[in-house]
């Protein structure tokens, strides 16, 4: 399963990003998305750290205006 998380540096973005993964099957993806490109790889290192530790998955950087997959499902809708 293919899960992007656009926001994915703040506060709950990066806090769904870590519950995912050590949570998640091993064939899980979880796509960090951010305006802020340092803060995402930055995240990203981080949570690489949580696979060492006996999550499962993989996390990775994502580009701003491409999307994770075609007929992606939306989890929440900002309003």
């Known amino acids: 399963m293919r899960i992007a998380i656009y926001g994915g540096v703040g506060g709950v973005g990066s806090s769904t990003a870590f519950n ?16 802020r490109p340092a803060m995402v790889e930055s995240h990203v290192l981080d949570l690489e750290q949580v696979l060492e530790l006996g999550g499962s998955g993989v996390v990775r950087r994502g580009e701003r205006g491409r999307r994770a997959e075609r007929g992606r499902r939306r989890l929440h809708r900002r309003r």
Do not use: K, R, T, Y
């Not at 995912?20 to 305006?35: F, P, T």
């Open 20 to 35: 995912l993964l050590l949570g998640a099957d091993a064939d899980s993806e979880v796509i960090l998305v951010d305006s």
